[in-house]
């Protein structure tokens, strides 16, 4: 039993460096599941005297490859991204509560408060947006900190307009069109596009390597 837990310690060990450094509140579904099953793969044959090794080994081996090849198709596609991960919502904006999006993601006021709390956040008066990450994070911007709001905004992400972000900025899709236009950029060909300090800010697909 003993070397059958050293070897899955330093085999999970090896595992999760290929899968991918992320911290544990910040897995994705996907991530969480392939680590259940691994977790107990290794329990199984641990506790199994009579099971060789290798009968554990084989389909971790095909979760690890499956968990991988997913990884790298939703890098390059984010409506498989968006499918699997999900999109940060807008939980509080310009200092008002979403309720709406709070029951769409079943996220309830005291879910909010615990994290407005464990931020260091006593009111929600102190919050100007405050956005559920697809981690279930909550990222909050503070009023005081950014009178101003120039902290960026993703307008366009792999080509693909937020249509949350305009709204929140008074804009829609023909200004955004247009000023590409005047930019002489396409939309298919923006990695990435943000806004801050009432500019838009773009980065080029074919700068990404």
Same mark, same amino acid.
């Given at each position: ?46 506790? =199994? ?37 999900? %999109? +940060? ?35 929600? !008066? ?18 005081? !900190? ?5 902290? +960026? ?6 080509? !693909? ?26 939309? %298919? ?8 300090? =009432? ?11």
């Amino acid at each position: 039993m003993l070397s059958k837990t050293l070897f899955f310690y330093f085999l999970i060990t090896i595992v999760y460096r290929i899968m991918g450094k992320r911290e544990i509140g910040e897995l994705s579904i996907m991530d969480f599941i392939v680590s259940i099953f691994i977790a107990e793969l290794a329990a199984m044959s641990i506790d =199994n005297h009579n099971e060789s090794i290798f009968m554990s080994l084989f389909p971790m081996i095909i979760l690890v490859l499956i968990q991988i090849g997913i990884a790298k198709i939703s890098f390059n596609n984010s409506k498989i991204r968006t499918l699997i991960d999900g %999109d +940060p919502s807008v939980i509080i904006n310009r200092g008002k509560i979403n309720f709406k999006e709070m029951l769409n993601q079943r996220y309830n006021l005291d879910d909010l408060l615990v994290q407005l709390r464990s931020k260091g956040i006593k009111s929600i !008066e102190e919050v100007d947006y405050a956005i559920l990450e697809t981690s279930g994070k909550l990222s909050v911007f503070k009023k005081e !900190e950014d009178k101003n709001r120039s902290y +960026p905004l993703p307008i366009i992400i792999e080509g !693909e307009i937020q249509e949350d972000t305009l709204i929140q900025i008074n804009k829609d899709k023909k200004w955004l069109k247009e000023t590409l236009k005047d930019k002489n950029y396409i939309l %298919d060909d923006i990695f990435y596009g943000f806004y801050k300090n =009432n500019k838009l800010f773009l980065i080029e697909k074919n700068t990404i390597k």
